[in-house]
């Protein structure tokens, strides 16, 4: 059971450049969520999918798009990266409402952007 | 704006006693609270999970709820240097939305 699969789990981008993170879940969860994760600045959600075929801002969105491909898959692209989006970036998934133990988290990207 | 605030630490325990990890929060809806911890360079994990007032125990952890006080705290007995991690405390909102406190980071001086 691989539980949250993100890839890559580090990549350098230039400025400028764009570039997808891919996230699979296989436990059948109705709802993902990308995170951003900052020194001293805890966990910050980007964008979330309460369930297939809709998303949702966050806290943090600009800069930022996604997609939910089907139940499974939730990837966040960066259009034209910048430094200040040099950070970890965490996908999880959760069942909601029936079932709800907290989220699952993918093993995490860490991106930097120079 | 519904908030959770944790001390960011570092707390210090030595080894073998008990590390006590505190949390409030804002929304007087939350019904739902968890713990995830956090070793460096790796993904939160959850460890518990409490929903009515009082304690609640797995192993050697407790997590502790009171909702009138709002207050959420997770104790960790005969504290061992692999518990060294940052704990996050998180509070299910009525979107079934996860709302995260910065985490305590904890060190076990052996």
């Known amino acids: 059971n691989a539980g949250v699969t993100q890839t890559p789990k580090f990549q350098v981008l230039k400025t400028g450049q764009s570039m997808t993170l891919q996230c699979a879940q296989d436990?059948?969860?109705?709802?993902m969520y990308w995170y951003r994760q900052d020194p001293g600045m805890g966990l910050r959600l980007i964008y979330y999918?309460?369930?297939?075929?809709?998303?949702d801002k966050g806290e943090v969105p600009n800069g930022y798009n996604v997609s939910r491909l089907n139940k499974r898959e939730f990837s966040l692209r960066l259009e034209s990266a910048a430094p200040s989006q040099t950070s970890v970036y965490f996908c999880?998934?959760?069942?909601?409402?029936?079932?709800?133990?907290?989220?699952?988290f993918g093993s995490g990207t860490r991106l930097t952007v120079v | 704006q519904k908030e959770v605030e944790q001390n960011s630490g570092p707390l210090s325990v030595p080894e073998g006693a008990i590390a006590s990890l505190n949390c409030t929060y804002s929304?007087?809806?939350?019904?739902?609270f968890f713990w995830y911890r956090q070793y460096s360079g790796k993904s939160p994990e959850l460890i518990m999970s409490i929903y009515s007032n009082g304690d609640k125990e797995d192993g050697r952890f407790t997590a502790q709820l009171n909702k009138a006080s709002q207050y959420v705290s997770l104790l960790i007995r005969d504290s061992q240097p692999s518990d060294s991690a940052t704990y996050l405390c998180a509070a299910l909102d009525s979107n079934y939305q996860l709302i995260w406190g910065a985490g305590t980071k904890l060190i076990i001086k052996p």
């Open positions: 999880a998934s959760s069942e909601v409402p029936e079932g709800f133990n907290g989220y699952t």
């Open positions: 929304d007087r809806v939350s019904q739902s």
């Open positions: 999918s309460a369930s297939e075929g809709t998303t």
């Open positions: 436990m059948n969860h109705n709802s």
